[in-house]
């Protein structure tokens, strides 16, 4: 249905419509009353009314057949429209404009409906040059007196301000709403991607034996060593994100990986590495999630750059990169296996202490001995876990599969 279609599109392109079937309108009007009266005045005035007519609708045709402020045709159509205005100013004699300026003042308005806001200052400030110009030069040698032609000049240029006002307004609220419109749009593709690392979770249990708890308590821990570090909680939603897809990662890594014991070999450990990646492939470009992508991907990142995937050094790894790194093995070393016993924080702190400078940065050792110090019995109660096939255990047990690897790559090498 026309109707439907018709409100279905954007407000400001309505107003455009409507704003080219005002102009459009008039000018018939003009025509049909100049041909009954037999008036020249009037021919001028409605061929005004059509070139704004045409103005308004070609500037409705341009912004649906263009997306984007960055487009290069708004800029385009931006400046003729603009040019064109000029020529029609310039082209009548000096009567017109006395009949046209008030028809002028739209196109701030119809240039704020569809133009970006740094183009909208371009031309808004062109546009109030060229009013005031010709304001002003159109009232020299006329009959009126100074004082009269003072009032009407100042009035004309209120009128012309209110104009520019009134587009800028346009301008601000199309930008608002575009803001609000890519929000919702990115809140949908985190929520979509949250569901789907959701539905892997009892496929991840399944599959490595391990309980989903492992979630919650690697975002607790890492929430409370950014707060310790950082003095903040800005990366609480991120955490939980990286929480949620380091334990869902596992599922990339073939079945029989799961069965293995000791060290794997350098094929599997490549294929181990690729679970850095996930963030990569799963967030995409999404921009609210670079962060998150990046910092997944350097994990397994070591100070002193033995880690993967890209050997990075110092200052070239995130922070919380590190810090996910830390506790992925704190975790591993306080968890029970059924081959050996866990240890406890305090144990755990010293192994990962003797690993400060080599494979993380001193300063994040030392902070999250700080939260360890303080944390409730709530971190000795994950040794009560049941983990019977739990991915880690420390660098120098005999049995490791390929969960332990995962954690501690690149640690033994150091530790020798």
Known sequence: MLVNRLFAEPPHRLLLLLISSIFAILALFELVNTALAERNGSSELAATLA???????????????????????????????????????????????DQAWTFLLFYPVMLGLIASGREYKLYSLLYLLLFFGLGIVRHEGSEFSESSMIQTVEFRILISLGSVLLGGIAVLTREQQKKHVESIALQQQKQQIINLLQSFISVGERKTQTSRKEISDMSHLLKALWKEHQGNTSKDWEIDMLSLLHFVSRVKLPDYMFEKEGKLSEFELEVVQEHCFMARELFGDVPDLLDAQNTFLYHHEKVNGTGYPYRLKDDQIPILSQMLGLVEVFLAITTPRSYRDSLSKSEAYE?????????????????????????????????????????????DDYKLDVRENIAYSGLQEEQE
């Not at 007519?53 to 708004?74: A, C, H």
């Open 51 to 97: 070139v704004l007519s045409v103005v308004s609708g070609g500037l409705l045709y341009v912004d649906k057949r263009t997306k984007g402020y960055q487009n290069p045709s708004r800029k385009v159509i931006a400046f003729i429209v603009f040019l064109l205005i000029i020529g029609v100013s310039i082209y009548f004699h000096p009567g017109i404009f």
């Open 351 to 395: 192994e990962i202490e003797s690993l400060a400078g080599t494979a993380y940065r001193k300063d994040i050792v030392e902070a999250f001995g700080r939260i360890i110090n303080r944390e409730p019995p709530r971190i000795e109660r994950l040794k009560e876990i049941i983990h019977t096939r739990e991915p880690q255990a420390r660098a």
